[in-house]
């Protein structure tokens, strides 16, 4: 495994983060819980020590589950959670409030069954909440012992202004980047830019799409969001480009006797300096395969290859 030291934070995280958005088990298809209990105890064995989840997540099922599956382990771990997005009645709204980040983060540390986060991190923005009173009230956990470092997720360029006071105190800022989707790439390296802060991307597979294993019928049943158009990386135009994508992974995996998934991760650890690529997995052999992308690196007209056509299709 590759570690990385956090740029503003006394802690050292695996370069790959284990994802915890399919452990919600809710609109990925099929899912079981000892098969996410295995994922993490694979985990420790690859040496992956940093979690991403959020409260959101099947509505508290995957905290609840990340909390069951560290057990005593939780004290080797970097645990990076989120608060502000809530979902009633199957609709989504934004609350970044000091009220209601106070009562999210009793509400995370009792399903994680521990203490403290390590990371806690602004999911979404609502845009209304100003960000001085955000951080003011994230000072207060941290001095109160429940958190120990900040993060802000999906800050879009022209949100930046209102964050640039606080340089320094976000550890890390997540977004989506992959080889199949570079249109958050500005955002994301502003914001790192900016805040000074390490990267997380999120998607990092594409939602599987860059493990190579669709074709053009690529298609899920009804209850997988992947079914629904938003998520594009499976449908019409944008599929067809990614399997171009893929067809040009193929040459460079081989090369390296490499699996597609891992030179997915590769390529977010080379193309973006200091980075950590959160992986959302499902089963242990997935997480092992995308750990295989540790301990080599892609050759810089390999990289430039890479970026090209992503960037084209
Ligand atoms: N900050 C945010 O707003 C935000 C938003 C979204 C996600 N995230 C975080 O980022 C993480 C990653 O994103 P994501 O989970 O949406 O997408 P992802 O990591 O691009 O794709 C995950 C999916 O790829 C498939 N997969 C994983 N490893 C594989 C392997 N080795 N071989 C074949 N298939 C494999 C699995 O689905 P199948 O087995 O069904 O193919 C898995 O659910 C999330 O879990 C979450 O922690 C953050």
Redesign the pocket.
């Given at each position: 495994m590759e570690y990385l030291k956090l740029r503003n934070a006394d802690l050292t995280v695996s370069r790959i983060?284990?994802?915890?958005?399919?452990?919600g088990m809710y609109g990925?298809?099929k899912t079981y819980e000892k098969d996410f209990l295995a994922a993490i105890r694979e985990a420790f064995e690859l040496g992956v020590n940093f979690f991403?989840?959020?409260d959101v997540?099947g509505l508290g099922q995957?905290e609840r589950l990340l909390g069951k599956g560290l057990g005593k382990r939780r004290e080797d771990v970097v645990i990076q959670t989120?608060f502000g997005?809530k979902i009633f009645d199957g609709k989504k709204t934004y609350d970044s409030t000091p009220a209601y980040l106070d009562v999210a983060l009793d509400r995370t540390l009792s399903r994680l069954r521990t203490d403290y986060v390590d990371v806690y991190?602004v999911?979404?923005w609502d845009e209304v909440t100003p960000p001085d009173e955000i951080v003011a009230e994230l000072e207060r956990q941290r001095d109160a012992g429940k958190i120990r470092y900040f993060g802000l997720?999906?800050v879009a360029l022209a949100q930046l202004p209102a964050w640039k006071p606080f340089r320094g105190l976000f550890v890390t800022v997540?977004?989506?980047f992959?080889l199949a989707c570079r249109c958050h790439e500005e955002d994301l390296r502003s914001a790192a830019a900016t805040l000074d802060a390490n990267i997380?991307?999120?998607?990092?597979?594409?939602?599987?799409?860059?493990?190579?294993?669709y074709d053009e019928n690529a298609s899920f049943p009804a209850d997988?969001r992947?079914s629904r158009d938003v998520y594009v990386n499976f449908h019409g135009e944008k599929l067809k480009r990614n399997l171009k994508i893929v067809e040009a992974m193929k040459p460079i995996a081989e090369a390296h006797g490499q699996?597609l998934?891992s030179v997915a991760i590769r390529f977010i650890l080379d193309a973006l300096k200091d980075s950590i690529a959160?992986?959302?997995?499902?089963?242990p052999?997935?997480?092992?395969?995308?750990s295989r992308c540790a301990g080599w690196s892609l050759s810089p007209e390999e990289l430039r290859l890479l970026d090209q056509i992503s960037k084209e299709t």
């Open positions: 983060c284990m994802g915890g958005c399919p452990m990925w298809g991403d989840t959020a997540y995957s989120k997005v991190v999911h979404y997720s999906n997540q977004d989506q992959s997380a991307t999120w998607g990092s597979l594409g939602q599987g799409v860059l493990t190579g294993k997988d992947r699996t998934s959160i992986v959302g997995v499902k089963r052999e997935q997480l092992a395969d995308v």
